[in-house]
């Protein structure tokens, strides 16, 4: 990715009369209605946040454990990772180019001059789809370690009401701090950094130092299990890729965080490439220091808490620090959830700005004090909780859930790829692109997602059965009929892509009135 055209990581710099990013957001056609106050270490916060390693790696630890044991849990980061990366790059590289919340959506439709708004639209629905899933995987994994902890303090017990209810007030908390303006969530996602990158120093170090004996490292970069009922070994350690792929989502909250982020066409793409970056690394160094600490492998997988991570704690470090370990883990999951939330109202924002969602005119609708989408945020809210609420009758409806999260968001993501690929040398490039790397990065990315979309498609656990059932498939045909239903009957009518609000003089009426930004 070298010169002279620019590196993905070190990209060439702007010419001097680069337009500001209000100029931008006004050759794009919108007015800057939130407020730009976000540096580029909080949209790369933002992102990494949302992968959060502490929250999917340990969420997910027990599915890996069933789903090819140490030897997938060790060996799927690394590739799984490294192909995200190159997901994130294509990516990066037309965020430069249209820095807006609408994001993926938005890119579609501009990467397609013959059939933008359908591309655009089904794009817009997948990632709607994704972001809310992906915002409920996170609360309920949240809610799930916390009723873990609940449980071993004796306050109450871990059953799957109880796990709803205190998924719902998780949401709650969310939705509120979201209210409250993107100052505050900047600055919270800025101490999530060293809350994530502190805390696994922690959790790892505790984990090498206390135990008296550890696994070999044959058992942790060897070992293979397989707890599924399928009796292929290959199909299983696909299956155990999920963990891996799960936690590597929601990175496009850089790109949905734009209109409020400063040097925008920059930020944004580093602050994606980043994440991935910063996250395969120290995600990695956790998972290997958890299973070299496994003391009981079937008990901890069995654990009554129903978190075998939990157990992993108590079992190496005692139980007063094993709960204190999992209180940096709760701390960084919510971290987590609140991030999501985040990114999630600023692409119901977006997607509402262009009239694309049922009621847009309430969910468009800006907070004049905060100046963020208030109703948007708690649509995103509402949206998580019912995708939840199946846990009441199916406990494997978690795995479902992060399942729905990776193909909405992986679809979402492709797309646009596949545009700009498709697009060629007629791609106009931002600041921030990656050269002659540009068609093969592309070109791998999208063979990637193809194969994952498919996979998490695919059942779990056999024999297949009502409660094992993966409904993943459903929700994702659901979205696809509704959305394609939406598009035939009446969409397609009305619907031409990303509006523009108005000439350079309304734009800057539309902001004079909301009391410049």
């Not at 794009?28 to 959060?52: H, P």
Request: overall charge neutral; aromatic content about 12%.
């Amino acid at each position: 990715m070298s010169s002279p055209e620019s590196s993905a990581l070190a990209p060439a710099d702007a010419p001097s009369d680069a337009p500001s990013d209000e100029q931008r957001l006004h050759e794009l056609g919108y007015a800057q209605e939130l407020a730009r106050t976000m540096s580029g270490f909080s949209n790369f916060a933002v992102s990494f946040t949302i992968i959060s390693i502490l929250s999917g790696c340990l969420t997910l630890y027990g599915t890996g454990m069933s789903t090819g044991g140490p030897a997938v849990l060790v060996w799927g980061w690394p590739i799984v990772g490294l192909m995200t990366l190159l997901v994130g790059l294509a990516m990066a590289e037309v965020c430069s180019s249209y820095p807006t919340a609408g994001g993926l959506y938005y890119w579609a439709a501009k990467l397609s001059p013959n059939n933008g708004p359908v591309y655009s639209w089904f794009t817009g629905w997948f990632n709607f789809l994704g972001q809310v899933a992906v915002t409920a995987a996170i609360d309920f994994g949240a809610a799930q370690f916390i009723t873990a902890l609940a449980a071993l303090q004796g306050w109450y017990a871990a059953t799957p009401a109880n796990t709803v209810i205190t998924f719902g007030v998780i949401l709650l908390v969310h939705g509120a701090l979201n209210t409250f303006g993107v100052k505050l969530v900047a600055l919270l996602n800025n101490v999530s950094v060293w809350w994530h990158i502190v805390g696994v120093l922690v959790i790892v170090g505790a984990l090498a130092i206390v135990p008296s004996k550890h696994q070999s490292a044959g058992f942790v970069f060897g070992h293979f299990v397989n707890g599924t009922g399928w009796t292929s070994s290959l199909y299983v350690a696909a299956l155990g890729l999920l963990l891996a792929q799960y936690t590597f989502t929601g990175y496009d909250a850089s790109a949905h965080m734009t209109e409020e982020t400063k040097d925008a066409a920059r930020s944004g793409p580093r602050g994606i490439v980043m994440s991935i970056l910063v996250s395969l690394v120290a995600g990695w160094v956790l998972l290997i220091g958890i299973t070299f600490a496994i003391q009981n492998y079937s008990g901890e997988l069995a654990s009554p808490t129903g978190e075998p991570p939990a157990q992993i704690f108590m079992d190496a470090v005692g139980a007063t620090g094993g709960k204190l370990l999992l209180l940096v883990v709760i701390g960084a999951q919510l971290f987590c959830g609140m991030a999501s939330v985040t990114a999630n109202s600023r692409m119901i924002y977006a997607f509402s700005r262009d009239g694309a969602i049922p009621g847009s005119s309430l969910w468009h609708r800006i907070n004049p004090r905060t100046k963020t989408p208030t109703n948007g945020v708690w649509l995103a809210a509402v949206g998580a909780f019912l995708l939840g609420l199946p846990y009441l009758w199916n406990v494997t409806a978690y795995t479902a859930v992060t399942s729905i999260a990776v193909i909405g968001l992986y679809i979402a993501y492709v797309i646009p790829t596949f545009l700009r690929v498709r697009l060629g040398d007629s791609f106009v490039r931002g600041p921030w692109h990656l050269g002659r790397w540009s068609r093969p990065i592309g070109i791998a990315a999208v063979a990637w997602v193809a194969i994952i979309t498919v996979l998490f498609m695919l059942p779990t656990t056999s024999p297949v059965t009502r409660t094992s059932f993966n409904y993943a498939p459903i929700a994702v045909l659901v979205v696809l009929g509704f959305a394609g239903g939406m598009w035939l009957f009446s969409a397609r009518h009305w619907f031409t892509g990303p509006k523009v609000q108005g000439s350079v003089e309304e734009l800057a009426a539309v902001e004079r009135e909301l009391g410049g930004i």
